[in-house]
């Protein structure tokens, strides 16, 4: 098991640029493959963007392709979101997510796969 704790959430305006962070205990890091998911008011939690354990390999959902850009260091045993040109429909509370694998070259996009989760950090975009 890998406790998570997500930062750096918070209120921007339309077009501004947050990063959210995702630190997680034990030292087999870079074991995991990483997920941020996002649920919004009244709708199912979704991905947004995943990367294998090594960070060679990442994912993103097409409504932040070009935004977001997800990244990691197996050093600090943090998993990161850089999200640019935000949008109003962004708003949700975001989560990231821990699966471990055999192989450093898997991502997953799929919530029920996860087994690790934080506890969550609100974005909201005003427009």
């Known amino acids: 098991q890998v406790q998570l704790v997500e930062s750096g959430g918070g209120l921007v305006q339309a077009g501004g640029s947050l990063r959210l962070s995702c630190a997680a205990s034990g030292r087999t890091f870079s074991s995991y493959a990483m997920g941020w998911f996002r649920q919004a008011p009244g709708k199912e939690r979704e991905v947004v963007a995943a990367?294998?354990?090594?960070?060679?390999?990442?994912y993103y959902a097409n409504s932040v392709k070009g935004r977001f850009t997800i990244s990691r260091d197996n050093a600090k045993n943090t998993v990161y979101l850089q999200m640019n040109s935000l949008k109003p429909e962004d708003t949700a509370v975001y989560y990231c997510?821990?699966?471990?694998?055999?192989?450093?070259?898997?991502?997953?996009?799929?919530?029920?796969?996860?087994?690790?989760w934080g506890q969550g950090t609100q974005v909201t975009v005003s427009s």
């Open positions: 990367i294998s354990g090594s960070g060679e390999r990442t």
């Open positions: 997510a821990a699966r471990q694998t055999t192989t450093g070259t898997l991502y997953f996009t799929r919530a029920s796969t996860y087994g690790n």
